[in-house]
C-alpha cells in the first residue's frame, strides 16, 4: 500500500520527508553497504535536501543520482543539479565527488541520456536488466507528472533495457530534459513523493485514484511509495459519513 502522511505544513513535510530518506538510506548502507538515492528537482524539495544533508550523518556509500534534469548547463539556475548542489552536496559530510552522478543536460536530450544510461549500467545495480534505486525522490506537477514524464507521453510506454531517455516536449519549460524511465522509478525500492501546496491537491488525489496514463504519479508501484504532503496539498478526506439520525 502506498503511504500517506500529511503534516501541518512545507516546513513539516520536508523535516519528515527528510527523516524517512535517511532512515532508508540508512538501512540500505547497513544492509548493502552502498545506498543509491535519486534526487529530483523544481521549488519543493529544496528545504528537503537541506534537512537531509544533516540527517545522514555519514554519505561515504551513498551514490548520488538524478531523477531528472533540465537540458540546460550545471550552473544553470533552471538545473537540478544546481539546486542539489546548493542545498545537500556541499553540506553532506562524507559524500565523495565520483559518487555524485550528474545528468549532463548540455549534451541534449539523446547524447545525455546516453551517457547516463551507461553510468546508470556501471554503477548501479540491475535486476531484470532495470537498475534499482534505494530511494528516488520526486515531486509532483499540478498535471500529475513525475520526473520529467508528463501526462499522456509516449515516454510513459519506454521499458526495459532502457533506463533514461531524452525529452524534447516537456510542457514544463524547459522543453528539453533527460529522464529516468517509469520502470526504473517503479524498479526503486522506494520512492518518496513530496507535495505542498494547494496547487498539488488535485494532483494527489487523481495519484492516488486509478492508475491512468494522463496522472503519470498514478503508475508508481503504490507498494513502494511514501507521498508525504502538507495540509493544503492534502488529498480531498473521504466525504464524513451522514450524521446519524
Ligand atoms: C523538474 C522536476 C519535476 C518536479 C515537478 C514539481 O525537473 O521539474 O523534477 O518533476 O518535481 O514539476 O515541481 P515543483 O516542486 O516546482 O512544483
Not at 520527508?17 to 548502507?29: D, F, G
Not at 565523495?96 to 552522478?101: L, N, Q, Y
Not at 526495459?160 to 516537456?170: E, M, N, Q, R
Not at 524547459?174 to 488535485?202: F, M, Q, S
Request: net charge negative; charged share 25%.
Amino acid at each position: 500500500m502506498t503511504s500517506l502522511t500529511t503534516c501541518a505544513d512545507a516546513e513539516a513535510a520536508a523535516v519528515r520527508a527528510a527523516s524517512e530518506i535517511a532512515r532508508r538510506l540508512q538501512s540500505a548502507l547497513r544492509e548493502r553497504g552502498v545506498a543509491h538515492l535519486a534526487l529530483s528537482g523544481g521549488t519543493t524539495p529544496g528545504r528537503a535536501y537541506e534537512l537531509l544533508a544533516q540527517e545522514l550523518e555519514d554519505w561515504r556509500g551513498v551514490e548520488l543520482w538524478f531523477a531528472d534534469e533540465r537540458c540546460v548547463g550545471a550552473d544553470d539556475e533552471e538545473s537540478n543539479y544546481r539546486l542539489a548542489h546548493e542545498t545537500l552536496l556541499g553540506s553532506a559530510s562524507g559524500l565523495e565527488d565520483a559518487r555524485v552522478h550528474r545528468m549532463e543536460g548540455e549534451l541534449g536530450p539523446e547524447l545525455g541520456a546516453e551517457r547516463y544510461e551507461s553510468s546508470l549500467r556501471e554503477r548501479a545495480p540491475l535486476e531484470d536488466e532495470l537498475a534499482v534505486l534505494d530511494v528516488i525522490v520526486l515531486g509532483i506537477g499540478p498535471d500529475g507528472h513525475v520526473a520529467s514524464l508528463f501526462p499522456g507521453s509516449p515516454t510513459l510506454d519506454v521499458q526495459a533495457p532502457a533506463l533514461c531517455i531524452g525529452v524534447h516536449d516537456s510542457p514544463k519549460p524547459p522543453p528539453e530534459r533527460i529522464t529516468l524511465t517509469l520502470p526504473v522509478l517503479r524498479a526503486a525500492r522506494r520512492c518518496v513523493l513530496l507535495a505542498t501546496g494547494a496547487g498539488k491537491a488535485d494532483a494527489v488525489d487523481a495519484m492516488l485514484a486509478e492508475p491512468s496514463r494522463h496522472v503519470p504519479a498514478s503508475l508508481l508501484r503504490r507498494g513502494h511509495l511514501s507521498v508525504i504532503v502538507d495540509d493544503a496539498a492534502s488529498p480531498e478526506p473521504p466525504n464524513p459519513p451522514a450524521p446519524a439520525d
